[in-house]
């Protein structure tokens, strides 16, 4: 008996590493991290370890891991307080963003990266998938 995995999009590997497209400033090659997406039929999950850099964490995200609407999954920042990653922007090429969210930790973005820059955030969540993608 051979087992078909249940891939809806099996031009779509299972768990794809978003690490490549992280924005500057956030990751250190060869750092214990990562950060992965996953595109069902819909939904998208993402979760996944880096370092803290600047706020955007993903300056585009692939067209087929956007959300229907803006939304927040969880975060947490080890060794600190838990926060909100928001998913955000507009559909058009370079738009749709990965964010920390400062408003989250009371905090500007200034006093967000200067405080947390360097630690390492956590983050896990699922959110509907935007249809046609």
């Not at 990653?85 to 963003?97: A, D, H, K, N």
Request: aromatic content about 8%; overall charge negative; charged content about 10%.
């Amino acid at each position: 008996m051979t087992l078909i995995p249940n891939q809806p999009y099996p031009d779509l590997p299972a768990w794809e590493d978003l690490e490549p497209i992280l924005e500057n400033g956030w990751g250190v090659p060869g750092a214990a991290q990562s950060l992965q997406g996953y595109a069902e039929k819909n939904s998208v999950t993402i979760f996944g370890r880096v370092q803290i850099g600047s706020s955007h964490i993903i300056g585009d995200l692939p067209n087929h891991l956007r959300a229907i609407t803006p939304l927040s999954i969880q975060a947490m920042i080890l060794g600190g307080p838990a926060c909100l990653v928001e998913l955000m922007g507009s559909y058009t090429p370079g738009g749709f963003r990965l964010a920390m969210s400062s408003y989250s930790l009371g905090m500007t973005r200034e006093q967000m990266i200067a405080t947390y820059g360097g630690m390492y955030l956590s983050m896990a969540g699922s959110y509907p998938r935007k249809a046609g993608a």
